[in-house]
């Protein structure tokens, strides 16, 4: 048969220490976190010197740029100011002398116009030898022109375009038969230009 009863065990009771035991034990506690809290308290102080010099710094460093801004800019006085530059004198050219004037005056009369057509040459007789009164004898004229279109010879006027006896070249050597039974006679060579202007030569012919 089993014993059920708990086993109980036993602890030999702790013998108080000393009451000077216990002093001395209290006194060595003491004494060993002594420096490690003097140390801390150092080394706080030394901390807070060295932010306070740090601020003292940042301090004098923004009185200083404050400073360096608000200076006045240097005036330059009328010494150290750049001499201005000397302006050159211009020297007056001599005026060209004025040539007299070569075109007419006022009061001379213009040319005339060039007439349009007109006769570059005109060459021929004006008199025609005759052997008698009954026969006829050939005369030749010649001429040339300038802006002429048409030309014409006439017999007995002055307009061989109104009263033509017929169309000649506005350049031309042209031989006609004067008759011999007149003491005299006009011929005419009329010329036109595009513009339908006309000019006239006209020339009496007379018997010998």
């Given at each position: 048969m089993s014993?059920?009863?708990?086993?109980?065990?036993?602890?030999?009771?702790?013998?108080?220490l000393p009451a000077g035991a216990a002093g001395e034990a209290g006194a060595v506690t003491t004494e060993t976190e002594g420096p490690d809290r003097r140390m801390l308290i150092a080394l706080?102080?030394?901390?807070?010197?060295?932010l306070i010099a740090l601020i003292v710094l940042i301090v004098v460093l923004v009185g200083n740029a404050g400073a360096n801004t608000a200076q006045p800019a240097p005036e330059i006085t009328?010494?150290?100011?750049?001499?201005?530059?000397?302006?050159?004198?211009?020297?007056?050219?001599?005026?060209?002398?004025?040539?007299p004037s070569t075109e007419p005056s006022a009061t001379?009369?213009?040319?005339?116009a060039p007439q349009s057509p007109s006769f570059a040459t005109f060459t021929g007789p004006n008199r025609a030898t005759c052997p008698d009164t009954?026969?006829?004898?050939?005369i030749t004229w010649s001429w040339s022109s300038t802006n002429a279109v048409n030309a014409w010879f006439g017999i007995g006027t002055t307009n061989a375009k109104a009263e033509p006896f017929?169309?000649?070249?506005?350049?031309?050597?042209?031989?006609?038969?004067?008759?011999?039974s007149e003491a005299s006679q006009r011929y005419t060579v009329t010329l036109e230009d595009a513009a339908g202007r006309l000019t006239h030569k006209t020339v009496e012919v007379v018997r010998q």
């Open positions: 014993d059920e009863t708990p086993t109980e065990r036993f602890e030999p009771p702790t013998a108080p706080i102080a030394i901390a807070g010197a060295i009328a010494s150290e100011s750049e001499s201005p530059e000397p302006t050159p004198t211009e020297t007056e050219s001599p005026e060209p002398s004025v040539e001379a009369a213009p040319p005339p009954s026969s006829s004898v050939a017929e169309s000649v070249p506005t350049t031309a050597t042209y031989t006609f038969n004067y008759q011999c």
